[in-house]
């Protein structure tokens, strides 16, 4: 069964603006979330991170929110670049630096 | 430093074959992950090291996959009498498991195609 949802197989946004990236889980054990991009014949790259105690985090462009009550989570990029077309991957996990349950990933693509 | 390597890169193997993928961590890394990837599918967790032992071994989808952990480093995943089910990426991970530093950082995968 699949824990980690990624309704959104993929998003199409134009350079400058916000990219929204949505997230929703069913297991409330989950305690620890994760954003990964990934370019193709490449390993995932680690973005950002957000623990259940705080309902969100920011890295210069990447902001991520975190809906407990609702079992969402959100990856918000802006202002977005070309560079950032990649298929991203929300995961979570019980406990920090166990295993992650994945989604099956959003494609994004940011146009010039 | 160096990041997570894999080999091979890319396998092929007749149905019926056995495999073996190696996976070198960063160094110091103390957690070490293997996952995999099929074909339009999310990553799948298969196994967690912590040091040599193996304290999460649930996602191993059949007693044809194995997987060992030498010195706290090297770890290698072998898939014995091999099926066409089993071609995917398979991909390994480490983490330090340092406090505020739990991610973990991916290797670049080995493509396993099974004919």
């Known amino acids: 069964d699949q824990q980690v949802k990624q309704n959104s197989p993929s998003l199409s946004v ?9 997230c ?11 954003w990964y991009k990934k370019y193709p014949a ?10 259940s105690i705080k309902d969100k985090n920011e890295d210069g462009r990447f902001t991520v929110f975190l809906n407990k009550s609702a079992k969402h989570l959100s990856l918000h ?8 077309s990649a298929v991203y991957f929300c995961a979570a996990s019980v406990v920090p630096g166990y295993a992650l349950n994945f989604g099956k990933g959003t494609s994004l693509l940011v146009t010039p | 430093g160096a990041g997570v390597s894999q080999s091979p890169s890319n396998k092929v193997t007749e ?3 056995d495999v073996e993928l190696r996976c070198d961590p960063i160094s110091g890394h103390t957690a070490l992950y293997w996952y995999r990837q099929s074909l339009g599918q999310g990553l799948e967790f298969l196994i967690y090291f912590q040091g040599n032992s193996a304290p999460d071994k649930s996602g191993l989808p059949s007693d044809r996959f194995s997987a060992e952990r ?3 480093s090297v770890s ?4 014995q009498r091999t ?4 071609s995917a990426v398979y991909l390994c991970a480490s983490s330090s498991l340092r406090v505020g530093d739990y991610e973990q950082y991916f290797g670049p995968g080995t493509r396993l195609t099974v004919t």
């Open chain 1, 14 to 22: 134009q350079e400058g603006r916000i990219s929204i990236l949505n």
């Open chain 1, 24 to 34: 929703d889980y069913t297991n409330s054990m989950f305690d620890y979330f994760l």
């Open chain 1, 42 to 51: 490449e390993g995932p790259t680690f973005l950002i991170s957000i623990s």
């Open chain 1, 77 to 84: 990029i802006v202002p977005s670049q070309p560079g950032d």
């Open chain 2, 15 to 17: 149905k019926g074959k």
């Open chain 2, 70 to 72: 030498t010195g706290g």
């Open chain 2, 76 to 79: 290698t995943l072998t898939i």
């Open chain 2, 83 to 86: 099926q066409q089910e089993d």
